[in-house]
């Protein structure tokens, strides 16, 4: 061993290397910073239709709104002092029928899912994935065939029915993962007292699971509210108002839809307005989840 | 470049600590000199004052018990705090004459001249073998095919790779085994020609075997690189190290260096009762 | 459209956890309760026969149109309900092409988006940044066709059009009255809807390139651009396609924005300035108004055939995207 440095074989390519290097820096640099300013671009672009949405719905639609644009019904084109009192009732209903059934049934099977291994959950799971990509107005077709044509007339709970199978995947899906997140130590404990499965899961699990549970209904619900497609051909808007779940009924969704399209200035005056109350519901939604989602992560 | 692919290892590299003792580093030849090098992150000092020269041409290991810095204080060398937007660097490094964080170099062309071995082998899982070795070279602007054939097969060599992956240069560097992925590693970090080479403990992920070739293989590239390794393990600091620094968490939980100097020394005769304690093993 | 992307993104991840938690309590050797079991597999089965239900429905319903034009039906230029002629073809044309525009921008924006948010904005703005994209997911596709047919189609038809008509010299596929709503329009609204769920799984992909890659190619002398490019794209590229293919599913399949901008044409459009219709603006246009029975069952197939694609082509993202999570998880292991 000398530790006399040995003559470099490789000084001559270092040298070629290092000269490559210092003169292709500034190109290199150059290159970078454009590519680079480009995809900063690109963010802002991506961030231009967020601010241009909010900003028209907001100030188009609070021009709309007033008391009576609450708390009237619709008035036929032309004739001032109409309001979507019956769309804010409808929405309700048909939300709050859907949510009702397919809020425990979806907890129910994410329970099965999170409980379960093996083929049959694996392809339960893949088949939730699947159905929450697929188009919402296939949904309203099958509610239109299955509930409407039956019934001979279109209704409110068809529209619930379509909505709540949109909703199932996403609450099932959520269940499973707040499910899972539930400590194996709390239920073994529950067990290991004695308790039956059911028990365990009514006191423990779900407790337990609850934020997360609730992350999930409130993200189905903000999607639910906003859907319109499934409601075009089962609820189908009304101008009434009405309660009766078998009958048409008024929508917030279609209301934007339906007003939005016509040429008149007064009905789309409504559009917005409506847009906006529909943008404020469904963002209170979605960031009561987010509230919920942190406040999982730090019992976690 | 022609080294025998295996050597005999123990008995020389035991010889190697006894040997060193007569031949201490020329103090007037650093590749590498800190001066009252400090980090912090986010306002908190995870190293400081550390004031170091590293020798040319030799192997200089960084130890110490975990917390004591010494990766930290490895990264500064190629500026790679620079990724941390909350890290700030202070005190001087010159590599050679060039102030690393003076404003005449870049990040950049520092770190085609300084490399790094990180701990875990990190081939870049989509590239071939060959374009793995090469990867440098083209980051830096190299596109001649001569160039970059004559420099694989070199750091290829070097790294006492290139005859088990001659014949499959195309392959996937997923197909090598842990300890040839880290010695891919080494060969795409020797063909950029850096003047250092920095080794973040190089072998942790490794098992005794690979771990051993690695440390043969260390021994062997200080003709062509000064190397600079953080281990935590103090067997493999005598067996690959000249030099030696010794580095301690503090009252204030920042890291500093304790001592630095010959790897001989610094374990038959340490000048610090700190140093004794830790290669007695009483903490760390 | 709402929510999809902020959701769809936790269940993948937590998928990827090691399952021991309820393994363990699966086989801790309690007094079964036969009933709580029989709810919890009801439940699930009720879930696989609604799937099923869906499926036999459409298909069966669509059966006398597929029957009766057989190919054709698929083939066929020709929509009309009064002749009783139909034939899908412009609107699996309109499909594709409003599809196409919006991936066309929306893959280099939504990339490069997901590129800044991870390796290049400051760590501060992130989340906000990242929250204010996926809002653009909860906003309701109504809204965005109310947006686009009010405030979008006039920039479109005034300046847009015009620009595009003048730099190009108006021929081909920028020829034709400039309208506002049409092809180019219902790209565009896709594009701005397809965005953030393009981002949102984009940036969960970049962000899982372990750190040792990046570092690496920083140590080599690697400009951020040279990093990005040469070794994080790479390496996210299965997870990207899923990303891809995931925003083409919603692209597909979107309804009520593209029917509210896109003119409802059942003509094949010759320009991007046209007027022409999809696959799902057709149905949502003229379900209601279909009294005869071929025309009912036409536009049924017509969702039977949107159907399948939406399937195939979610089956095929969440395949990838999962396989991304498996990489990266034993990735982790190995470690």
Sequence with gaps: MTTLPAPDPNLARREEIQRLAAGSENRRKIYSGVAMSICGVFLAVALVPLVSVLAYTVQRGIRAWSAAFFAHLPTPAGIPGGGIWNAIVGSLIIDGLAAAVAVPFGIVAGLYLAESE???????????????????????????????????????????????????????????????????????????????????????ILPTALPGLITGVLLAVAR????????????????????????????????????????YPDLQMTAWGTALFLIAVVLVLSVGSRLFAARLGRVR | MTKPMTEPLTERQLGMATEKALTPPPPGNPVMRLRDVGVAFAGRTAVRGVTLDVPEHQVTALIGPSGSGKTTLLRTLNRLHDLTRTAQVSGQVMLGDIDVYGGSISPTLLRSQVGMVFQRPNPFPTMSIYD????????????????LDEAAESALTAAVLWDSVKHRLKAHASMLSGGEQQRLCIARSLAVEPRVLLMDEPTSSLDPQATKRIEELVTELKT????????????????????????????????????????????EDPSDERTLDYINGRFG | MAQRAVLERDPLKEDQGPDGITGKRLHLPVMPDGLYRTILAAAAALFCLLIVALVVTLVVQARPAFVHFGLGFLTGTNWDPVHVKYGALPFVIGTLETTAI????????????????????????????????????????????????????????????????????????FSGPQLGIGLLLAGLVLFVMVLPTMVAISRDVIASVPKEEVEGAYALGATRWQVLWRVVLPSARVGLLGAVTLSTGRALGETIAVTMVIGNSTAIAHSLFSPAATLSSVIANQF?????????????????????????????????????GRRSASSVALA
Excluded at chain 1, 241 to 258: C, D, H, I, K
Excluded at chain 2, 240 to 257: H, K, P, T
């Design chain 1, 118 to 204: 093996g083929r049959v959950a694996g392809v339960i799971r893949f088949a939730a994935d699947v159905l929450s990509g697929v188009p919402s107005i296939i949904i309203g077709i099958f509610a239109y065939i299955a509930l409407v044509r039956g019934l001979g007339h279109f209704s409110a709970a068809a529209g619930s029915f379509a909505i709540g199978v949109l909703m199932l995947p996403i609450i099932i899906r959520a269940s499973e993962t707040a499910i899972r997140s539930v400590p194996s130590t709390l239920t073994e404990a529950g067990l290991s007292l004695g308790a039956r499965r059911s028990t365990v899961a009514r006191r423990v």
């Design chain 1, 224 to 263: 639910g509210v906003g859907e319109t497609a499934p409601l075009l051909f089962t609820a189908i808007g009304s101008q009434y108002f009405a309660s009766n779940p078998t009958q048409p009924m008024a929508a917030l969704p279609l209301v934007v839809f339906q007003d939005g399209i016509q040429a």
């Design chain 2, 132 to 147: 793995n070795v090469v990867s440098g070279l083209r980051f830096n602007g190299a596109r001649r095919k001569a160039l």
């Design chain 2, 224 to 267: 062509r690189v000064s190397i600079i390794i953080v281990t935590h393990n103090m067997q493999q600091a005598v067996r690959v190290s000249d030099y030696c620094a010794f580095l301690l968490m503090g009252d204030d939980r920042a890291g500093q260096l304790i001592e630095a100097a010959p790897t001989t020394k610094l374990f």
């Design chain 3, 102 to 173: 919006a991936m066309v921008l929306a893959i280099p924006v939504g990339l490069g988006t997901a590129l800044v948010l991870v390796h290049a904005v400051h760590p501060k703005l992130r989340a906000p940044l990242s929250t204010a994209i996926e809002l653009l997911a909860a906003v309701p596709s109504v809204v965005y066709g109310l947006w686009a047919l009010l405030v979008v189609a006039p920039w479109v038809r005034s300046i847009i059009e015009p620009d595009l008509a003048r730099t190009t010299g108006g021929t081909g596929p």
């Design chain 3, 288 to 324: 209601t108004e279909a009294t005869e029975p071929f025309h009912l069952s036409s536009l049924i197939a017509l969702g039977v055939v949107l159907l399948a694609v939406a399937v195939l082509v979610n089956a095929t993202a969440r395949l990838l995207v999962r396989s991304v």
